[in-house]
């Protein structure tokens, strides 16, 4: 193959038939269902979850991880906090024209790395190859289907007391992304949290009991996905800020640039409500695994009716003030 792509690779021709065989069968493989125009796999029984995105993240590598790696991650996520079992993506790439085959080579291998790690397979996907300029390098979509088994989440049992965890630090990856574009001078060692949760939380429903919701934090970071968790159960939660863990180095960060970490994204942190009386052996769990050491108890869910819906927290002088989700801009292309 040529060292770049070139609009002939997305023409279905000859350099198209190359760049398949040569980039993405050599990481993903080639399954029967790869001689069909679309993958047939086996149904599953009881109910599934699908869930799709698209990652423009910039730039396209970071410390920690890359857009493949991300494009995994991101969808197999989505798909562990509703309690499923992710099982098979489809991953479509939009690809700019002179972009360097070299550079697509390791963002596919990395994703066939992270799919291998979480479990997954990539059964199908799509190549489009655009004019230069269309595109900034490259941006991939990934769809995911998982199985939800016997054993699933039950928010509609959230009560009043309810343990509220974080399986980590918050504002990795946002920070990482900044030091990366390398804009503002930011030198720092902080590594994007990037992860598969699904190993992890999906022990956490098979080993414990009272589990009532999970969601991932991405975008908005964690006030955001809590503002919308209140929001959609109809619940009020207060938060202890001095128990919300975050990396002295991104708290510095945050102080120079003038950031909330509350605010800035995730890619490999879930926040749980839990009954309280299961905290503990959560928590215990979290902290025998790799990506949930530094899992915190950092608040409680403090009411439920319709007209709850608040976030607030509660800080170190004892005052307390409502968080709201994140309103304008504060990084783009973060994902």
């Known amino acids: 193959m040529a060292g770049r792509i070139s609009l002939a690779h997305g023409e279905g021709g000859e350099l198209t038939h190359q760049l398949i065989q040569e980039v993405f069968i050599q990481s993903f493989g080639h399954g029967e269902q790869a001689r069909l125009d679309a993958a047939v796999i086996p149904c599953f029984s009881g109910k599934m979850a699908v869930t799709t995105d698209s990652y423009v993240v910039d730039p396209l590598f970071f410390p920690g991880g890359n ?32 972009f360097p085959v070299s550079d697509l080579k390791k963002i596919v291998k ?42 699933d989440l039950n928010p509609a049992a959230v009560k009043k007391g309810d343990a509220v965890i974080i399986t980590g630090t918050i504002g990795d990856h946002g920070i990482a992304i900044l030091s990366a574009r390398q804009q503002l001078g930011l030198l720092t060692d902080i590594k994007s949290d990037c992860a598969s949760l699904n190993t992890l939380l999906n022990q956490l429903i098979q080993q414990t009991e009272g589990i009532r919701v999970m969601r991932d934090l991405t975008r908005g970071g964690l006030a955001t996905g809590l503002v919308e968790l209140c929001e959609d159960f109809s619940i009020s939660i207060e938060l202890n800020e001095t128990s919300i863990p975050v990396h002295e180095e991104v708290e510095g960060a945050c102080e120079i640039l003038g950031f909330d970490p509350l605010y800035l994204a995730n890619e490999g942190k879930a926040v749980i409500i839990v009954d309280s009386k299961e905290a503990d052996k959560v928590l215990q769990l979290l902290h025998s695994h790799e990506f949930g050491k530094n899992a915190t108890l950092i608040g409680l869910v403090a009411s439920i009716s319709e007209k709850a819906g608040k976030l607030k927290l509660k800080t170190p002088v004892n005052t307390t003030r409502r968080l709201t989700r994140l309103s304008g801009m504060l990084l783009p292309r973060i994902c």
Not at 117 to 139: H, P, Y
Not at 140 to 147: H, K, V
């Open 67 to 98: 857009i493949g790696k991300l494009a995994v991650t991101g969808t197999v996520n989505d798909l562990a906090v509703t309690g499923a079992v992710p099982k098979v993506l489809t991953a479509g790439f939009m690809i700019e024209e002179g």
């Open 110 to 151: 990395s994703m066939a790395a992270e799919a291998e790690t979480a479990g997954v397979s990539i059964i199908a996907g799509d190549t489009k190859v655009v004019e230069r300029g269309s595109v900034d390098g490259i941006f991939i979509n990934t769809t995911g289907i998982g199985a939800i088994g016997e054993k």
